[in-house]
T-cell receptor, first 113, second 114 residues
């Protein structure tokens, strides 16, 4: 089955530690995205990538980093510079045109202890 | 700048009642419009989308939405709500001919009473 997967489902991190969230898709989509979701704030774009080896900052990129070495993979690293990292993180992919919908993974809930 | 407004943070309906969730956008050109649903702790799933043609769009799970250019709206409707429809609903808008990155509304939480 084609789809988009995220791992782990739940992640706990101590303050000061970097942590990497995994996102993989087998839909052959060109574009991939990372969103952060907080209660009552909808989805906020962190980073997005249109092609391999290229990515752009979204609205809230500070304290995050990404890589796009393979078309199917777009990992997100939450660094210690992110002041309030506890949130629900969603990865998505799409064909990359305006009329193409996004396909979302199941999400990763990150909690900083 | 483009924006999407979902005026209702929460909506409560009784099972079997009709439903309408509002979505308004501000753009100069005709946008591409989407409605997504999110169950608790899950990712988003596409309900329906509009990009041209008939302004009344049918989606999955018995949902429909109507694009009204004069009102800059794309409201989601369902004639009879089921308890399993309780979820968060997001409207999203993308520009035609411009950046394909969609802008999401803040979401409307649907509560269904038995």
């Amino acid at each position: 089955d084609g789809g988009i997967t995220q791992s782990p489902k739940y992640l706990f991190r101590k303050e000061g530690q970097n942590v990497t969230l995994s996102c993989e898709q087998n839909l052959n989509h060109d574009a991939m995205y990372w969103y952060r979701q907080d209660p009552g704030q909808g989805l906020r774009l962190i980073y997005y990538s249109q092609i391999v080896n290229d990515f752009q900052k979204g609205d809230i990129a500070e304290g995050y980093s990404v890589s796009r070495e393979k078309k199917e993979s777009f990992p997100l690293t939450v660094t210690s510079a992110q002041k309030n990292p506890t949130a629900f993180y969603l990865c998505a992919s799409s064909m990359g045109s305006s009329y193409n919908e996004q396909f979302f993974g199941p999400g990763t809930r990150l909690t900083v202890l | 700048a483009q924006s999407v407004t979902q005026p209702d943070i929460h909506i409560t309906v009784s099972e079997g009642a009709s439903l309408e969730l509002r979505c308004n956008y501000s753009y100069g050109a005709t946008p591409y419009l989407f409605w997504y649903v999110q169950s608790p702790g899950q990712g988003l799933q596409l309900l329906l989308k509009y990009f041209s043609g008939d302004t009344l769009v049918q989606g999955i799970k018995g949902f429909e939405a109507e694009f009204k250019r004069s009102q800059s709206s794309f409201n989601l409707r369902k004639p009879s709500v089921h308890w399993s429809d309780a979820a968060e609903y997001f409207c999203a808008v993308a520009l035609s001919g411009g950046s394909y990155i969609p802008t999401f509304g803040r979401g409307t939480s649907l509560i269904v009473h038995p």
